[in-house]
């Protein structure tokens, strides 16, 4: 059955795609709920026009979510959470746990576009973020365990002073 999606369904499509469904996930929750139509010949015919009219505010639209994504760019979350002493967390990390995180730091973004598996140990993982048809961000998330220090980014490591020290010589250890 092709429907016609009338908003964005991460997994199957976004807001006016065109997709094949099987009969009951069309007639019994698609369409009933108001999340897409029956892509007649007519209802295609509108869509297309309706598309023609919208470029200018779909280009818009994407540029706006480029901009947001630009925004993710070089940002590492680092969740903290308690870890038993096999390294497995208690409960999970998650979308929601991303965005509240996120909007920590000031950056609004709402769960639903955020996909990931649910993270159950300590490491480092990596959350999509879809913000328009083609425009995703990939953010690493990094889990460290509650009693164990942060570990350090990339930027932090590079800059830390490198400090070598001279082998002892002969006569020093020989003084020793």
């Known amino acids: 059955m092709e429907i016609i999606l009338k908003e964005d369904i991460i997994g199957l499509g976004y ?50 979510a480029e901009k947001r994504a630009a925004q ?17 967390t208690y409960g999970s990390v998650n979308a929601a746990i991303v965005a509240e995180e996120l909007a920590k730091k000031g950056i609004e973004i709402d769960r639903k576009i955020i996909t990931m598996r649910d ?20 953010l690493p998330v990094i889990v460290v365990a509650e009693n164990q220090p942060e570990p350090k980014t990339q930027e932090e490591v590079a800059e830390a002073p490198q400090t070598e020290e001279a082998p002892a010589t002969e006569t020093e250890t020989a003084e020793a």
């Open 72 to 88: 993710l760019e070089g940002i590492e979350l680092v969740i903290t959470t308690k870890v038993s002493a096999t390294g497995v």
């Open 15 to 64: 807001k006016n795609d065109i997709v094949n469904v099987k009969n009951g996930y069309g007639r019994n929750y698609l369409i009933p709920t108001g999340k897409g139509v029956i892509a007649s010949e007519s209802a295609k015919k509108q869509l297309a026009e309706n598309l023609r009219q919208q470029a200018a505010k779909i280009a818009a639209k994407k540029a706006e």
């Open 119 to 138: 993270i159950k140990r300590v490491g480092t993982f990596e959350a999509i973020v879809h913000f328009f048809k083609g425009v995703e961000a990939k």
